[in-house]
Antibody, heavy 117, light 111 residues
Framework: DVQLLESGGGLVQPGASLRLSCTSS????????MSWVRQAPGKGLEWVSA????????YYADSVKGRFTISRDNSKNTLYVQMNRLRVDDTAVYYC??????????WGQGSLVTVSS | EVVMTQSPLSLPVTLGQPASISCRSS???????????LNWFHQRPGQSPRRLFY???NRDSGVPDRFSGSGSGTDFTLKISKVEAEDVGVYYC?????????FGQGTKLEI
């Protein structure tokens, strides 16, 4: 079974940084593009970022470009997103998803990031 | 970006009765490679989303056959032949044909 487990969320002040991790199992991580999708409280889904299988190619939504950095460590089967200069409107549950931007085949349980003063 | 518009946004249903959700895109979702990257997801209360269909009508493993996905171009439909209690939650369509990928607003199915 595919398993994705996010961690690293929490409460931070505006302008702070946070790094989320997503550890995976049940599939060949290095053969799969990966993505981050977020959901603000009570709202819908918003794609955030994606990364190719090798990690060479990365993609970002305009809302996070220049502030977030996606990366992966295929030796550890782990996906990351470094979030800098966090804003109140970045408050959301962040999901990692297996697949590129056409698929989102499997999702983790999510990690809540709250940005508030 | 491509706008995905779902209707209705709220769908009260009776157990055992059919249900249908419409999803319309602001541009054709036919990719230059011939594929149509339209997916459907279901999110139960308090849970993460789960994909039901990819490329319009390809059912994911474990999805009951009372669910069906159809459509083409800009008009797509998710149908449930006979609603069961476990079908409650929010349904989202999502397009991956055009950059950036975008989701519909969600349709809340309630018994």
């Amino acid at each position: 079974d595919v398993q994705l487990l996010e961690s690293g969320g929490g409460l931070v002040q505006p302008g702070a940084s946070l790094r989320l991790s997503c550890t995976s199992s049940g599939f060949t991580f290095s053969s799969s593009a990966m993505s981050w999708v977020r959901q603000a409280p009570g709202k819908g889904l918003e794609w955030v970022s994606a990364i190719s299988k090798s990690g060479i190619s990365t993609y970002y939504a305009d809302s996070v470009k220049g502030r977030f950095t996606i990366s992966r460590d295929n030796s550890k089967n782990t996906l990351y997103v470094q979030m800098n200069r966090l804003r109140v409107d970045d408050t959301a549950v962040y999901y990692c998803a297996r697949g590129d931007t056409t698929t989102f085949a499997s999702w983790g349980q999510g990690s809540l990031v709250t940005v508030s003063s | 970006e491509v706008v995905m518009t779902q209707s209705p946004l709220s769908l009260p249903v009776t157990l055992g009765q059919p249900a249908s959700i419409s999803c319309r895109s602001s541009q054709s979702l036919v990719h230059s490679d011939g594929n149509t990257f339209l997916n459907w997801f279901h999110q139960r209360p308090g849970q993460s989303p789960r994909r039901l269909f990819y490329k319009v009508s390809n059912r994911d493993s474990g999805v009951p056959d009372r669910f069906s996905g159809s459509g083409s171009g800009t008009d797509f439909t998710l149908k449930i032949s006979k609603v069961e209690a476990e079908d409650v939650g929010v349904y989202y369509c999502m397009q991956g044909t055009h950059w950036p990928p975008t989701f519909g607003q969600g349709t809340k199915l309630e018994i």
